[in-house]
C-alpha cells in the first residue's frame, strides 16, 4: 500500500493534524475504497440521503451530502472506517449543508449501515484502542488534559454563563415507565442556564444533598456544582485531572464567597479518602474506560458513609452495541476523548452488583434534552468561529469540533444515545 499527499486544503496545517496529510492509495487500497463506495451507496440510497460532486443540485435541490474530493473520501473510509469519515470532514473532502440533521439519518440506522457479512468480520478490520490511552493512573491525567485542558476561553465561547459541560435539563414533566421514568421533550425557547442549574439541583436533590452533608464530587467541571451544593449548607470535595478547570473552578468558587465550605483538588478518584454522606458525578464515569468501572463504583462504595447516597449522570447506548464496540478505536476516542467509552445501564447494574454494595434504585432519562444541549452548543461555537481563531486554533479544528457536535448531537436525536440520572443507595443487610 502505498500513501499520497492529500490535495491543498485551504487552512489545513499538516504539522498540526499529521493524520490528514496523506491517505492509502495502491491496489489493496483501491479495493477496499471501491467496497467502502459501494456500502456508502446503497446505504445513502436505502437512507433516502442524496449525495453530489462539488456541489451539483440533485433533483433541483442542494444535496445533503457533498463529496469535494470522492477519492480522498472513499479512500480514507475504506482504509480507515468511521475514523477515515470523521477525517475526510475534517479536511474538507466532504461536506454536508445540515451535518447534524445527515448524521442524525445515519446514526438512526448505525446497526444497519453495513452489510451483515461486514458486521461479521467487525474484529478483522476495525482498529483497536491503543494501551498508551487506557485510563490508568498514569494515562488519566494526560487523556484529560488532551480535551479539558485546551482552553477555558474555548469552553466560554459556546458554554452558557454556568459552564456547564453536560446535558441540561429543560423541563421535569415525565412519563413514568416501569423501572425507569423519562422526561419529556424539551419546549422550545428555553433558557440554556436555567436549564443547566435544573439538572444540577435535580441531581442535588436525588444524592439527598442539604446543610451538613459531606459531599465528594468526582469531576468538578469549572465548579457550578459544587457552588450550588455549598449552598444548600453542604461540605463540598471536589476532584479533577484538569489544571485548567481546577483553576477556574477554585476563582468561581472564591467569588461567590464559598471557599471556605469547598475544596477542589487535582486528584485522581482512585487516590480519594475520607467518608462522605453522598457522592455526585457528571458524565464522567465515560472517561473511566470500562476496564475500570468496577474499580470506579468500588471507589465510591469504599468512600461512602453506611446511610449514604449517590447520584450520577451518564451518557448510555445500548448494551448489545456496548459489547459489540467496546474492543473499537473510534474517531471520538483519536480525537476528542482518549481512553473513554459509554456504557449501558445494564453494565453498570452487572458492575455494581458484582463488585459493590451498591443497588441502583432510581433512572431517569432525557436523551432528547441533550440533543437539544448540543444544537445550542453548536450553534453557540459557530457564531463564535472568528474568537475561536483568535486564540490560536485553525480552521481545522473548527471544523472537527463542529463535527463532533453535530455527531453527539445525532447520537441523540436519532435515540442511539441516552443520558440518565442514576441513583444508588447501599444493599440492606
Known amino acids: 500500500m502505498t500513501i499520497v499527499s492529500t490535495p491543498a486544503t485551504p487552512g489545513l496545517d499538516l504539522v498540526r493534524w499529521p493524520a490528514l496529510a496523506s491517505y492509502p492509495r495502491g491496489p489493496r487500497a483501491r479495493l477496499a475504497a471501491a467496497v467502502a463506495r459501494q456500502v456508502f451507496v446503497q446505504a445513502t440510497h436505502r437512507l433516502g440521503l442524496t449525495v453530489s460532486y462539488d456541489g451539483e443540485l440533485v433533483a433541483g435541490r442542494r444535496a445533503d451530502l457533498v463529496l469535494h474530493r470522492p477519492e480522498e473520501f472513499f479512500s480514507r473510509i475504506g482504509g480507515h472506517g468511521l475514523i477515515g469519515f470523521g477525517e475526510s470532514y475534517m479536511s474538507g473532502a466532504w461536506d454536508a449543508p445540515d451535518l447534524a440533521g445527515t448524521l442524525t439519518v445515519l446514526c438512526s440506522q448505525i446497526n444497519d449501515l453495513l452489510p451483515r457479512w461486514m458486521q ?149 478518584y482512585r487516590e480519594v479518602t475520607g467518608s462522605y454522606d453522598a457522592v455526585v458525578s457528571v458524565e464522567m464515569v465515560e472517561a473511566v474506560g470500562h476496564q475500570y468501572w468496577a474499580t470506579y463504583f468500588q471507589t465510591i462504595d469504599r468512600l461512602l458513609a453506611p446511610d449514604g447516597t449517590v447520584a450520577i449522570q451518564t451518557i448510555t447506548m445500548p448494551h448489545e452495541q456496548m459489547l459489540a464496540t467496546r474492543s473499537t478505536w473510534t474517531w471520538i476516542n483519536k480525537y476528542i476523548f482518549p481512553g473513554g467509552f459509554l456504557p449501558s445501564v445494564t453494565a453498570i447494574d452487572e458492575v455494581t452488583r458484582a463488585h459493590t454494595s451498591l443497588r441502583l434504585t432510581g433512572r431517569t432519562a432525557f436523551g432528547a434534552h441533550y440533543a437539544e444541549t448540543l444544537r445550542r452548543w453548536d450553534e453557540a461555537f459557530l457564531a463564535a468561529r472568528e474568537g475561536v481563531l483568535g486564540l490560536g486554533f485553525d480552521e481545522t479544528f473548527v471544523r472537527l469540533w463542529h463535527f463532533y457536535l453535530a455527531y453527539s448531537r445525532a447520537g441523540f436525536a436519532s435515540g442511539y444515545l441516552d443520558v440518565q440520572q442514576l441513583t444508588f443507595t447501599r444493599e440492606a443487610p
Request: include cysteine; aromatic fraction near 4%.
Open 120 to 268: 461479521r468480520l467487525r474484529a478483522a478490520y476495525v482498529a483497536r484502542p491503543p494501551r498508551s490511552q487506557r485510563s490508568t493512573t498514569q494515562n488519566s491525567r494526560k487523556n484529560i488534559a488532551h480535551h479539558y485542558d485546551l482552553s477555558n476561553d474555548l469552553f466560554a465561547t459556546f458554554l452558557d454563563p454556568t459552564l456547564s459541560y453536560s446535558s441540561a435539563m429543560f423541563g421535569t414533566d415525565e412519563i413514568t415507565g416501569a423501572d425507569h421514568s423519562r422526561l419529556l421533550p424539551p419546549a422550545p425557547g428555553a433558557d440554556l442556564a436555567a436549564a443547566q442549574a435544573r439538572k444540577i439541583e435535580r441531581i442535588l436533590d436525588a444524592a439527598g444533598v442539604r446543610a451538613g452533608t459531606r459531599l465528594l464530587e468526582i469531576g468538578t467541571g469549572w465548579g457550578e456544582l459544587a457552588i450550588r451544593a455549598a449552598r444548600r449548607g453542604a461540605t463540598v470535595c471536589s476532584v479533577t485531572l484538569s489544571r485548567e478547570q481546577q483553576a477556574l473552578a477554585v476563582e468561581r468558587i472564591a467569588a461567590a464567597g464559598l471557599s471556605d465550605s469547598v475544596t477542589v483538588e487535582l486528584l485522581d
